[in-house]
């Protein structure tokens, strides 16, 4: 079973960045709707972690992700798709968002480095000015070919119709 101690609340994630900076530890942030967790998120969130000390995923929420998605998302309800974020060893700490962007989350967290996967450039992710504006760095990690929820809803369809 997932440490609920993981997934936290806005408060809590910021007393646990407040203790970390203290201690000089280098604070990774990504942030995404994890709709079918699947090996392209696995190993970019392993990156990610490899990148810094410690990995905050921002998670969007369900409306969130129907406003970005479309009315059939996501499959998977927010407290799930929490649930199996934190099961990763690679992530430190999950928190729910209900923006369309995590600006407010990335305010609040000020990370060093900000890491997306490879399906985003940096000259088109809405978050990257507010990062850099605060210091922090942005990375685009490597695409892993194939591998999206989009792609394996398809798979579905095909395969089942």
Same mark, same amino acid.
């Given at each position: 079973?997932?440490?609920?101690?993981?997934?936290?609340? /806005?408060?809590?994630? @910021?007393?646990?960045?407040r203790?970390l900076?203290?201690?000089g530890?280098r604070?990774v942030?990504?942030?995404?709707?994890? @709709?079918l967790?699947?090996?392209?998120?696995a190993?970019?969130? +392993?990156?990610?972690?490899? $990148?810094? @000390?410690?990995?905050i995923?921002?998670?969007?929420?369900?409306e969130?992700?129907?406003? $970005?998605?479309?009315p059939?998302?996501?499959l998977v309800?927010?407290?799930e798709?929490?649930?199996m $974020?934190?099961?990763l060893?690679?992530? @430190?700490?999950?928190?729910?968002? +209900?923006?369309?962007?995590?600006d407010?989350?990335?305010?609040?967290?000020?990370?060093h480095?900000?890491?997306?996967?490879g399906d #985003?450039?940096?000259?088109? $992710?809405?978050?990257?000015?507010l990062?850099e504006?605060l210091g922090?760095?942005?990375?685009?990690?490597p /695409?892993?070919a194939?591998?999206?929820?989009?792609?394996?809803?398809?798979?579905v369809?095909e395969? #089942? +119709?």
């Amino acid at each position: 079973m997932t440490p609920p101690s993981k997934i936290v609340s /806005w408060e809590q994630l @910021d007393a646990i960045v407040r203790r970390l900076k203290a201690e000089g530890k280098r604070i990774v942030f990504t942030n995404g709707c994890f @709709d079918l967790l699947h090996i392209g998120h696995a190993r970019y969130l +392993q990156q990610a972690r490899a $990148l810094g @000390d410690f990995l905050i995923v921002g998670l969007n929420s369900d409306e969130s992700v129907r406003r $970005l998605k479309g009315p059939r998302r996501p499959l998977v309800p927010e407290a799930e798709r929490a649930e199996m $974020l934190a099961a990763l060893a690679c992530v @430190d700490a999950v928190a729910l968002f +209900q923006e369309d962007t995590p600006d407010h989350l990335i305010r609040l967290v000020s990370p060093h480095l900000h890491a997306k996967g490879g399906d #985003y450039r940096k000259e088109e $992710l809405p978050e990257a000015p507010l990062v850099e504006s605060l210091g922090g760095e942005v990375r685009i990690l490597p /695409w892993v070919a194939g591998r999206s929820t989009t792609e394996i809803v398809l798979r579905v369809l095909e395969r #089942y +119709q």
